[in-house]
C-alpha cells in the first residue's frame, strides 16, 4: 500500500478535485488496493460509480489525507473490492443495481436496492425494461441446524421507526444470525440529483436523512466550495459549527432514552424526552426551524442568529447540563438498567476497524477517529472537541460515547456563541470554470458523512454521492447481535441507530 | 434517582397547554368523511404510524408529539405496535415503489372503520422527490386519506391540531 501511495504521490492528480488528490490508476493498481485494504492497511471511505469510472475514497494512518482513486470502466465491469474486502460489498451491489455495472467476480450479486418495484433495471444506466417482482422474493441466505427457527421482522415495524427487513434465525432465545435487508426507502436521490441546480440539489441533499440534515448540507456545502475553491466568512462557519453540535446534542438525548426506555426505563426517557425538546425549540427559535433544515447552504449560511438569540441558547445550555447530570447518575446508578446494558451486544474493536465504522459506534470500539478532529474543518479547525473513547463496544460504552459527546459540544457551543465574530454570513458563489470535483467529510451525530459531487460547466450538478455512516455501520450490527438474545435486538438496534433513509438514498 | 424524582415532582408542569383543533384539519375532515360512519370511541384512538419513504425527520416530530411536553395521549390518542389494533394509519412518505406493497398491506390489516392521515410535505404531495423513477409520490395515490397534515416536517403543535380535530369528529361524534 505504502509503495502504491508513495507512487501516486509522485503524480500529478486529476486537475479541478479538491481539496484531496484524485488519481486515475488501473486495473492492476486498483486490485492492489482493494487487497492492501483487506489487510487493514487503510480505512475505506466510500466506493461509488459515475458515468465511465468508479472512485473510491480511502484515508491510511501513514497518508491521514484522504485519497480518491478511480478506475475505468471496460466492457461494463471494472475489478471487484468486495471479494478482498468486505466493506465494499453492499456499496458494489448498490453500484451494480444502480448503473449496471459488474464488479467482476463479487461474491454476492444479490439485488440490494433493487426490490424488483421499478420496471427496470439500472435506473442511472441503461434503464432496461425489466419485470416486476414480489418484493418479498429475496434469496436469504440459507441456514440448517437442528432447532433452529426463523423470525421474520418488518419492513413495517412495530415503534415508530423507518422501514427495514430483518431475518433472525434463533436458537430458542439466542440469535444465531441476523440478515438485514434493506433499500425499503431508496427515493432515488442519486438520480434527482444528477442534473439539478445547486439551490435544488441543497434541498435534496437536505433531505437525505432528516436527523442529520444540518450534517448533511454542511457536507453538500463544503463540497461545492471545495469544488469552486472558495472559503466561507468567518461568521458563517462558526454559526454552521453552532448548529451541527446543536444537532448533535438533540440527537444523542433522544437517543438515550430511547435505549433507556428499550430497557423498560421510561423515567430517563421522558426526562431526555424534555431535554431534547429544549434543544429542538430553541433552535426553531434562533434559527427558524427546528431541525435546522436548509439553514446551511453553499458560500456560507441562510439564517443568521441574533445577539439574544445567541445569549437563550446558552441560557438553555445552563438550564439542561445540571439536569442532565442527573438523568446521566439515574442511568449510572440503578444496576437493573446496567444490567440490560452492560455487555450486551458486543462489537470487537477489530470489526470496528475493519469496516471503518464512525461515530459512536466506532468510538465505543476503540476506533479514535472524529472527522472534526482528524480532518479538521472551520470552524474546528480552531478549537477541535474532546473525543471520548471506549474499548468495551457494548450498548453501555456506545451510550457513553453519547453523554461525553454532549457534555463536549457544550463546551463547544459556550465558547462559540460567547464570541461570535461579526461580519457577513454568505459569500458570493463564483461561476463555474472547467472541471470542478469536490469531496468533504463532515462529522454528523451519527458519524461521518461523505459527500462527493462533480459540476457541470453550467454550474448544475453533473453526478453527486453521498454515503451515510451507516453503510458501513449496519453490517457490524449483525455481528453485535449474534449470541445475544431476541428481547435485547431492540436495544442493540437502538444504540446504533442506523438511518434507513440515509443508507437507501 | 432521588434528585430527579424530585425534580419531577416539584417542576412546574412540563406540558404544554391544548392547542385548539385546526380549523384546515376541520374543514378537510368535514369534507372527506361527510356522511361516513362516525363510530364512537369513547374519545380514543389506536395510531399506527407507516413511514412509507420518508427522510425520518416527520418521524423524529411524531415521536415529539409523545414526549411529556406535548403528550398526545391526553387526547385519548396513543400509538399502538401493529395495524389489527389501529383505527388510524398515519402515513408519512413519498411512497416508495419499494413500500407500496407494504403499506398496501398494512391498509388490507387495518380492521374498519378506519382512517389515514397523510404526514408531511411529501406524505400530502411527493415534496423535493418528485419526478424520481423510485417514488410513487403521494400517499393518496396508495390508499385513501382523510386528512393531511402538512410541513416539513410538521411541528408537533401541527400535528397535535390535527390529531385532536380527528378525534373530534371521528371519535367523538354522538352515537347514532
Known sequence: MSAILSELAGRAPVAGHRPWPRHVVDAEAWTAIARALGEGEADLLSLWADEDHVHLALRSGAHPTPLVVSVGVKNGTYPCVGRHHPAALRLERAIRDLHGIEPAELPDVRPWLDHGAWGFGAPLGARAPSELRDPADYPFLPVHGEGLHEIPVGPVHAGIIEPGHFRFTANGEIVVRLEERLGYVHKGVDGLLAGADLERAGRIVARISGDSTVAYSFAFARAVEAALDIAVPARAAMLRGVMAELERIANHLGDIGAICNDAAFTLNHAHCGILRERVLAVSGRAFGHRLMMDRVVPGGVAADLTREDARTILDVLNEIMPWFADVVRVYDGTPSLQDRTCGTGILSPALAARWAAGGFVGRASGRAFDARRDLAYPPYDAAAPDVPLYQAGDVDARVWVRIREVEASTQLLRGWLAALPEGPIRTALPAVEGAREGIAIVEGFRGDVLLWLRLAPDGRIARCHARDPSWLQWPLLEAAIDGNIVADFPLCNKSFNCSYSGHDL | ?176
Open chain 2, 1 to 176: 434517582m432521588r434528585t430527579l424524582l424530585l425534580r419531577s415532582l416539584l417542576a412546574p408542569l412540563a406540558t404544554t397547554a391544548a392547542p385548539a383543533p385546526g380549523d384546515a384539519a376541520l374543514e378537510e375532515l368535514g369534507r372527506s368523511l361527510g356522511e361516513r360512519a362516525r363510530r364512537l370511541y369513547g374519545r380514543s384512538l389506536a395510531i399506527r404510524e407507516v413511514d412509507a419513504g420518508s427522510c425520518n425527520a416527520c418521524e423524529l416530530e411524531i415521536h415529539a408529539i409523545n414526549n411529556p411536553v406535548y403528550d398526545v395521549e391526553r387526547f385519548g390518542i396513543r400509538f399502538v405496535a401493529s395495524p389489527r389494533h389501529a383505527d388510524v394509519l398515519l402515513v408519512t412518505g413519498p411512497v416508495t415503489r419499494n413500500m407500496k406493497v407494504a403499506l398496501e398491506r398494512t391498509y388490507a390489516a387495518t380492521p374498519d372503520p378506519k382512517w389515514v392521515v397523510a404526514v408531511g410535505d411529501c406524505g400530502c404531495g411527493c415534496g423535493v422527490f418528485e419526478g424520481s423513477y423510485a417514488v410513487i409520490g403521494a400517499v393518496d395515490k396508495v390508499i385513501p386519506v382523510d386528512l393531511h397534515i402538512r410541513g416539513c416536517p410538521p411541528t408537533p403543535t401541527a400535528l397535535l391540531e390535527g390529531l385532536i380535530a380527528l378525534v373530534d369528529k371521528v371519535a367523538a361524534a354522538p352515537r347514532d
